[in-house]
């Protein structure tokens, strides 16, 4: 039998256990670089995550790292030398993840293998190196780099649109494997591996994996008895997808190398595979049957089965003349048992995507986010875990079908509307709060919430556009060409005309409510604890910050907007209510306001002292212009650095403040020989700590402050937040008192 370049090899026994050092005619020179010696470059980059779990052996993933890529290689080619690892490194254990959120029975959980980190990393080189020398066949698009999904859905979206527009006959079958992953057959792996001509020494060692490695079920913490699989592929083995791949590439193979299929643009187009799941073209239906017969004819020689029940079939029949198309029942069979026919109001679904015989159907997510939100809304959860579930897994579930489905601008208004409704429900924000600032990424002043509206159709665009990267130049100026120029022009024309983020960064900083938020953008993690847990913002106090860094909180003046009444000061000041006014003047919260300042100066003092500083808080310097006391002064390394605080109202220019609080002590010449004479320093420094009541940071102060190493990078998000707790309580206090004065 020829297997490829010329070559003879004996036929692989069906039972792995038949299967000797001795049975295989290898080429004279293999057509990969398995069995080599690794370079530490292949090694650095095979080094599992830090969050992977770890096998059997108990080895970590940060264990492993420790001891070096130039070590490990050393370790891994000695382990090429001895034909393989020890028996105690391919050990594994196998776990049951839950396909859906109502799994039950069995069948309702994925078993995943998890062998030894050391075991994980020799398989990650192993298939690195071959993924670049296969040379599989280009219709199997998982497990590689590209964007297989988003290629493939395109192709069942043109086949099934040129059967309408083209008026042509077409048949397709999509067929479901039993298990494919589970059922496999070791033999069929070493089958395709050798009619690769893989390097005999790598051949040799799955084989050895395959016949003797061992596994034990882990449920709820417990381990049963260890025992051998005898057939399927290790899922959750970095090699695993390789060799699922080959196995499945010898059909797709046999299939491509058939009369049978349909032709795009002169390209015949026979079978479109995603891992286990088959689409088979045909422009005949004895074709189409004919396939199905050598499909399953192949598929059962590597133990695997179609399942008819979940298999199905799409006959489109054309009557050019008449420029009419009708769907109609195929009667197709796989091994006598009837596969299900899709009529002209059924629909199927591919991917995560649902079509019917006219092409794909766009998604609904404004619905599916609606049934989200019912969910969570019944959940005992805190306002700030509620967001976090919003931000980071509710609206990402929708994106895979509405990215892909081309769902029409509306939709996405009416998902976005709904987020905007509950978020603004659960942190009892006003209905005149701006939409960017919900939108609006956290480091540009927002709540990071995902507008649909803007950033779906820019996703959409950036897949079809990689999908044209990768076209083949003669499909460009074909039907198919066109139908992707087609979907890219739809594309650009519902993005927005900026960038999604800087759509709603400009917005926010145009509204009058959130432009003092995006004024000091550019500094990174400022509002990380928008974002990330914070312990003392939870619950009612998360929402009120939320509420007081976008000018929300009732005040006479924010409640009366467009409205006639009383705006002034309940405390009695000639001044309207604001909440500037209630937090940097109002008589009422000078306690408060103090008590605001001391906590960020206590906050730097503690972190100075920690480092080892000499630190003295609030010293007084008799001075010709006046008295000077500072916040801070510390001694370190004979220096003297002078830091004094201050929260600034949030119509006034940060750095502007910064500069003035610093020269109000470093112009002062008699402060500074006080300084030196007093501390016995050379050096005297100034800064400021400045920043403005809804916790933005000046840069200039914060800059100064980073580059000399008097604050650590943790307090970039956590002195605003001690701002805002300050706020509430001066807002709190306000609220509850009863103090006031005469108005004059």
Known sequence: MSLGRGEERHLVPNDISDINNDIFYVNPEPTDHTWVPFSVEEVHKALPSSSSSPGPDGVT??????????????????????GGLPP????????????????????????????????????????????????????????IKEDGINENLFLL??????????????????????????????????????????????????????????????????????????????QGDPLSPILFNLVVDTLITKIKESPVGISIDGIKVAVSAYADDLILFAETKLGLQSNLN?????????????????????????????????????????????????????????????????????????????????????????????????????????????????TPLGVLKKADIRVRDFIRKILHLPKDCPNAYIHANVDDGGLGVTSLRTKVPELRLKRLEKLKRNMPEEAIGGSAGDFLLLNIKKAIDNCVGTFGRLYWR????????????????????????????????????????????????????????????????RAGCRCKETLNHILQNCARTHGKRIARHDHIVNNIKAHLEQKGCQVFSEPIFDTPVGKRK??????????????????????????????????????????????????GVDVVRFYSTTLNWRGVWSQESLNSLLEERVIPRSMIPSLPTKVLIGGLASFNFFCKSTSSRARV
């Open 61 to 82: 993933p940060r264990e492993l790292k420790s001891i070096g890529a130039p070590l490990l290689t050393i370790i891994l080619n000695l382990a090429l030398l001895c």
């Open 88 to 143: 105690r490194f391919t050990e594994s254990r196998t776990i049951f993840i839950p396909k859906s959120s109502d799994s039950i029975g069995p069948g309702d959980f994925r078993p995943i293998s998890i062998s030894s980190v050391i075991c994980r990393c020799l398989h990650k080189v192993f298939a690195n190196i071959l993924a670049g020398s296969l040379g599989l066949q280009p219709e199997q698009r998982a497990f």
């Open 157 to 234: 979206d043109l086949v099934l649109n040129r059967a309408r527009s083209t008026f042509k006959d077409t048949h397709l079958a999509a067929i479901d494997l039993t298990k494919a992953f589970d059922s496999m057959s070791h033999a069929s792996i070493i089958t395709a591996l050798a009619t690769r001509g893989v390097d005999r020494g790598f051949i040799n060692y799955i084989r050895d994996l395959y016949a003797n490695s061992i596994t034990a079920f882990h449920i709820n913490g417990q381990a049963g008895e260890a025992f051998h699989p005898t057939c399927g592929v290790r």
């Open 294 to 406: 050598l499909a399953q004819e192949v598929l059962s020689s590597c133990n695997l089965l179609i399942n008819s029940s979940k298999s199905f079939t799409l006959s489109i029949l054309a009557d050019a003349r008449n420029r009419q198309t009708k769907v109609v029942p195929g009667n197709f069979t796989v091994n006598q048992a009837p596969l299900p026919s899709v009529g002209v109001d059924g629909s199927f679904k591919y991917l995560g995507l649902m079509f019917n015989s006219f092409g794909l159907i766009w998604a609904d997510p404004a619905s599916q986010i609606q049934d989200l939100i019912n969910t969570l809304k019944g959940t005992p959860l805190k306002c700030n875990q509620k967001l976090f579930i919003v931000r980071n897994i509710l609206i990402p579930k929708v994106f895979h079908a509405s990215i892909l489905s081309r």
């Open 506 to 569: 400009d917005h926010l900083s145009q509204s009058v409510d959130g432009t003092p938020l995006a004024g000091q953008r550019v500094i990174p993690k400022m509002h990380s604890w928008v974002a990330a847990h914070n312990p003392s913002l939870v619950g009612r106090d998360f929402a009120n910050a939320i509420k007081l860094r976008i000018n929300a909180l009732p005040t006479n003046s924010r409640l009366r907007r467009g409205r006639a009444g009383d705006r002034y000061c």
């Open 630 to 679: 500072p916040d801070i002064i510390a001694i370190r390394q004979g220096s003297a650095l002078v830091i004094d605080a201050q929260v600034v109202g949030d119509s006034v220019d940060l750095n502007r403040a910064h500069r003035r609080k610093v020269n109000y002590y470093a112009d002062n010449v008699t402060l500074v020989d006080g300084i030196k004479a007093l501390y």
